[in-house]
């Protein structure tokens, strides 16, 4: 069974730094593009960045370009978004995202607040 856990999320102020994971259990993660999605309040969820299996390929929102930062460890199941300079409208739930099979599957997410 492919399970996704985010951790990471918080309350920082405008100008801060918060570093999300995604930890994967049930999948080899090697083989597959692993995805950051978020949802803020009232709206619908939105891809935010993606990396391709074998690291060359990143994918960045237009509103997250030079200020996130995607990585994968494959060793350890982990994909990381660093996330710097952040601002009010990057407040959301964050979460991670894989399709396996042509089935999607996505954790629970992670609280991200920026205050202003």
């Known amino acids: 069974q492919v399970k996704l856990v985010e951790s990471g999320g918080g309350l920082v102020q405008r100008g801060g730094s918060l570093r999300l994971s995604c930890a994967a259990s049930?999948?080899?993660?090697?083989?597959?593009?692993i995805a950051w999605f978020r949802q803020a309040p009232g709206k619908e969820r939105e891809g935010v960045s993606c990396?391709?299996?074998?690291?060359?390929?990143?994918y960045y929102a237009e509103s997250v370009k030079g200020r996130f930062t995607i990585s994968r460890d494959n060793s350890r199941k982990m994909v990381n978004l660093q996330m710097n300079s952040l601002t009010p409208e990057d407040t959301a739930v964050y979460y991670c995202n894989v399709d396996q099979y042509g089935k999607t599957y996505w954790g629970e997410g992670t609280l991200v607040t920026v205050s202003a």
């Open positions: 049930g999948i080899t993660l090697d083989y597959y593009s």
């Open positions: 990396i391709s299996v074998n690291y060359h390929s990143t």
